[in-house]
């Protein structure tokens, strides 16, 4: 390459440095300097002299707060930054106090729950137990005894009002998964499901009111099984009695 | 400061040694903040193109090679390009005025057989002051306001071949001097 072609590459060397060259000549300059190391030599030059341009401004000092701004986003000051569990004696003891007030909470809510319960349980059983006196006294009252294997009894029947309640004596527990279920029986012996019993441990009888949506008239008998727990829609355990009235 | 402590420092700030960085800091940010506030002419962009400029380096630090320059010059070269970024990105027009030429300060010839950093950048200064406000303006706006020659012809109204001239001249003027020292 003679100089007259190396001339127009040599001339924009200068502003390649200062990073000022068009692109186009930039480009072509570029594309020279890879096989001419004549003109990359004076472009080190040049970047020589463009480098102390960067050093020949006279130094100027920021405001002092620029250097806090720094400190604040370096690692430690990040670390810093993070809430801290400070856990003094005093809070600790208030933390404890605290969590023991909701347990103690928390247990008091059941104890009321489950007494409520058992307090609905009693009231059903008063009832039920009302019930069985007051049809004891009613002179239309029918009373048919219950001997069966594990429990004795009686099914009283006030067909004039539609009521029976059954007094069962002995009937043993079963259980958790497990219920009695009660059954009116149809002349063409067909079952119609008349509510669940579970015994009672502290007691030693139950007195049992048979539901009915239809009239009592319709049936012929009551019985009692062994189903699963929640009962059935047709007797599948065992029978525990089963009489005719 | 030895050029020596520089790349200890620097090595130690790779390594994530807070206090090696805020000694360069403490050392540097008067040049990297004259530098930014140079190309932005705004204090507060400039203090945040500072500090992108330190955070960069904080996490760049391992890329430095000495055999490639000084950490100053690497820097500058930085900080140079993050500010130029910023200019470009708030779309802003170069300004015009020889407002940034400081003539006051300057009036004293440095000593040249002074060793010093400071007499260093104020002999480097002094070349610049010293060429014509016309190669000033070139040098200007081609590498503190990062215009191609295209768009400082278009800037200042001159023919694209007086700006090239001009801007080679002003080069080969300042590769002189500085060669000299």
């Not at chain 1, 294997?149 to 004596?169: F, K, M, P």
């Not at chain 1, 049992?208 to 009592?216: G, H, T």
């Not at chain 2, 306001?145 to 768009?151: D, R, V």
Request: glycine share 6%; aromatic share 8%.
């Amino acid at each position: 390459m003679t100089y007259f072609e190396h001339l127009p590459f040599l001339e924009n060397i200068p502003a390649y440095a200062l990073g000022a060259l068009d692109a186009r000549d930039a480009v072509a300059l570029e594309a020279h300097l890879q096989t001419c190391a004549a003109c990359r030599e004076e472009l080190g030059a040049y970047r020589a002299t463009s480098d102390k341009l960067l050093v020949s401004l006279p130094p100027q000092q920021p405001p002092a707060t620029l250097r806090r701004q720094i400190q604040r986003r370096l690692p430690s000051a990040q670390k810093s930054a993070r809430p801290r569990v400070n856990w003094s004696l005093s809070r600790l003891a208030l933390g404890i106090a605290v969590v023991l007030l909701l347990a103690l909470n928390v247990f008091s809510i059941s104890q009321v729950r489950r007494l409520q319960d058992q307090q609905a349980q009693l009231m059903d059983r008063i009832q039920n137990g009302q019930m069985a006196l007051v049809m004891l006294s009613y002179p239309h009252t029918q009373s048919f005894p219950i001997q069966a294997e594990n429990v004795t009894g009686s099914l009283l029947l006030d067909r004039e009002y539609n009521n029976a309640v059954l007094i069962l004596r002995g009937l043993p527990a079963i259980p958790e998964n497990q219920t009695y279920q009660v059954w009116l029986i149809a002349p063409n012996g067909e079952r119609t499901s008349a509510g669940l019993v579970r015994p009672q441990t502290d007691i030693p009888f139950i007195s049992q009111p048979v539901s009915s949506a239809q009239d009592l008239a319709n049936f012929v008998g009551v019985g009692m099984t062994i189903e699963p727990a929640g009962g059935s829609d047709h007797p599948t355990g065992s029978v525990v009695f089963r009489i005719n009235f | 400061m030895p050029e020596i402590d520089d790349v200890q420092l620097i090595k130690r700030v790779a390594q994530g040694d807070e206090g090696a960085f805020l000694a360069l800091y403490d050392w540097y940010v008067g040049r990297v903040y004259s530098l930014t506030l140079r190309i932005l002419g705004e204090s507060m962009l400039a203090e945040e193109a500072t500090q992108d400029t330190f955070l960069k380096l904080w996490s760049r630090a391992h890329l430095y090679l000495p055999e490639r320059g000084s950490l100053l010059l690497w820097l500058l070269s930085i900080a140079r390009r993050t500010a130029l970024d910023r200019l470009r990105l708030e779309g802003r027009r170069p300004t015009l005025s020889d407002a940034h030429d400081p003539a006051e300060a300057w009036q004293t010839i440095p000593d040249g057989n002074s060793l010093s950093e400071e007499s260093h950048w104020r002999s480097l200064n002094f070349a610049v002051q010293a060429l014509s406000p016309e190669y000033r303006q070139v040098i200007e706006l081609a590498y503190f306001q990062g215009l191609s020659q295209s768009e400082i012809a278009e800037v200042l109204g001159w023919p694209l071949g007086t700006v090239k001239t001009r801007l080679r001249a002003a080069m080969e003027r300042l590769r002189h001097e500085w060669g000299r020292m």
